[in-house]
């Protein structure tokens, strides 16, 4: 099983899953205006917007691994209950269809490829998220039950916001003997998820450098630029 993690990512891009239409799910007008990258990644799942504030967190792996069948939904739920684990009871955190939620509203999108017994899910998570880039995104028309009709300020919250709503007067940051960690920066985070690794797993970490040789050889690539037309006029956003 990897376990692939990153926070980050500059310019804001759009990112859809693999059968999206961007006059569909995308503010096309505004989005070619402000020359904003659209990408269509090679798994499913919805669209989002990540910027510099996004933290990216990827397994992938036999369902061996997990002990789930080779199903996205038991995949989904199996990433459900890890990530249980990593975040504090109180903050309410459940899986509401296929998205990671505090209470009601949704901090992490998730998306899926599954091949026989292998698959990829891999997660954006909000951890802060500027409400002017939300402008990029329309309201799909195809969007879970539990969203309604909400205005994406009205169904998203921000890790950063219920973590520090639930902080403990004087919390140290410190959370290295207690489980779940308490949770206080995106550092947190990446360490709260790698304990839980370690704590049930055989772990090798790896440099992102030892990584990268894995992205120089042969393989299949279907994620994609797209190009946005706008009143007849394509404008080119392949890279």
């Known amino acids: 099983l990897l376990c692939l993690y990153s926070r980050g990512t500059e310019p804001a891009s759009i990112v859809m899953g693999i059968s999206g239409k961007p006059e569909k799910l995308v503010d096309v007008p505004r ?5 904003v990258p659209v990408i269509k990644r090679f798994t499913g799942g919805g669209t989002v917007i990540v910027d510099s504030s996004s933290i990216f967190v990827t397994f992938i792996g036999g369902v061996d691994w ?5 199903w996205p939904r038991e995949i989904m739920e199996w990433s459900g209950s890890f990530y249980s684990k990593v975040f504090e ?5 459940n899986l509401q269809e296929n998205d990671y939620c505090f209470g009601a509203k949704k901090f992490g999108g998730n998306a899926q490829a599954v091949s026989r017994n292998r698959f990829v899910h891999h997660t954006s ?39 520090a709503s639930n902080a403990p007067d004087g ?10 960690p308490l949770i206080a920066s995106a550092e947190d985070f990446e360490i709260a998820v ?41 404008v080119d956003k392949g890279r």
Do not use: C
Request: net charge negative.
């Open 89 to 93: 009871s109180n903050l309410g955190f």
């Open 125 to 163: 998570f909000l951890w802060e998220y500027d409400p002017a880039n939300m402008a990029y995104l329309s309201l799909p028309e195809k969007r879970p039950d539990y969203r309604g009709t909400r205005s994406h300020d009205e169904f998203l919250v921000t890790m950063s916001g219920m973590f």
């Open 171 to 180: 919390r140290s940051g410190d959370n290295s003997n207690i489980a779940p």
């Open 66 to 70: 997990i002990k789930v069948k080779p």
């Open 31 to 35: 989005a070619a205006r402000d020359a």
């Open 194 to 234: 790698e304990q839980l690794l370690h704590a049930e797993y055989d772990v090798t970490e790896s440099t992102l450098e030892e990584a990268q040789s894995y992205l120089e050889m042969e393989h299949r690539s279907s994620t994609r630029y797209v190009s946005l037309a706008v009143d007849d006029e394509v």
